[in-house]
């Protein structure tokens, strides 16, 4: 296992043609809706988008909150309050935020319609935009927000491929795109960030040194709840810091053990280990965690 960089080849052409039609399609729009992933707020969130977006009325929602700490959620709903942004912790799966959303919409345009009105236009409709990465609940939002099975949801990233306009109660269309990511990572650690929470297909990175990577940080910042979820013993502990160097490693092989991730004659089977911790994590059956602090401490 290691830490040199890593080349990546993620970037498919749908995703340059996906932006140049959202960049074309907010032309239409009167809000929008980004939802980034609450464990890695930062990571979640498309530069390219940000740009592109900057002029429109736009309201954040911190989805899979009920997987991250609920008292960093809480930090960064406050700094995209600081930033002028209003944040919204959801759930897309349970509808957590959704009518909060709808609520948010009318305020945003409560004079622009009142204006409309007095001009006689009583049947203005309210444009939104949905956006994000892949993988981050933008179908499962909708289908909340409409209350009924209309888009195309899935738990891989790049399910939805063409936009879809969706209309919600008497006033309001929205319009779902495709997840999109963006050409170049400044910073490697976002490009683990999103493999972490499968923004990233499993099939582009090692599956290994993902988990890898992702052990090394929870046995650093979330190390309790890796003893509480693996029923590792002070023994255990004792024999991680005892017989080698790379602690993350000898860990890693224990908890492959203890999970029956083996080969034939004993041998750690690594890929069947690496899913399990990856699938431990995204399920939160490892605990709430956020990979990312308003302080970036983490």
Do not use: A, F, H
């Given at each position: 296992m290691n830490e040199n960089k890593t080349n990546i080849n993620w970037y498919p052409g749908h995703m340059l043609k996906t932006k140049k039609q959202i960049i074309e399609d907010l032309k239409l729009i009167d809000v929008v809706i980004e939802i980034l992933d609450a464990r890695i707020p930062m990571s979640?969130?498309?530069?390219?988008?940000q740009n592109i977006t900057k002029n429109k009325k736009k309201i954040v929602l911190l989805n899979k909150f009920d997987l991250a700490e609920e008292k960093e959620t809480s930090r960064w709903i406050n700094y995209f309050k600081s930033k002028g942004i209003v944040a919204i912790a959801g759930d897309c799966n349970m509808g957590k935020g959704a009518k909060e959303i709808l609520k948010t919409i009318q305020d945003f345009m409560t004079e622009e319609l009142e204006k409309a009105a007095a001009k006689g236009r009583t049947k203005k409709n309210i444009r939104v935009m949905i956006i994000g990465i892949p993988n981050v609940g933008k179908s499962s939002l909708i289908n909340r927000l409409v209350n009924k099975k209309t888009a195309v949801?899935?738990?891989?990233?790049?399910?939805?491929?063409?936009?879809?306009?969706?209309?919600?109660?008497?006033?309001?269309?929205?319009?779902?795109?495709?997840?999109?990511l963006w050409p170049k990572f400044e910073d490697d650690n976002v490009a683990l960030n999103l493999a972490y929470v499968g923004s990233i297909k499993d099939e582009i990175l090692p599956k290994t040194e993902v988990a890898y990577q992702l052990l090394k940080f929870l046995y650093k910042n979330y190390k309790e709840d890796l003893i509480n979820k693996y029923k590792l013993t002070d023994e255990d502990l004792r024999s991680i810091i005892n017989n080698g160097d790379d602690e993350v490693l000898e860990l890693m092989n224990l908890i492959a053990r203890k999970r029956g991730a083996l080969l034939s004659g004993a041998e750690i089977d690594c890929e069947k280990v690496a899913g399990i911790i990856l699938t431990d994590f995204r399920t939160a059956k490892i605990g709430r965690i956020t990979l990312e602090q308003v302080d970036g401490k983490k």
């Open positions: 979640s969130q498309n530069p390219d988008i949801v899935g738990n891989k990233p790049g399910v939805t491929k063409q936009k879809q306009w969706v209309r919600i109660g008497n006033n309001i269309e929205l319009l779902d795109t495709p997840g999109v």
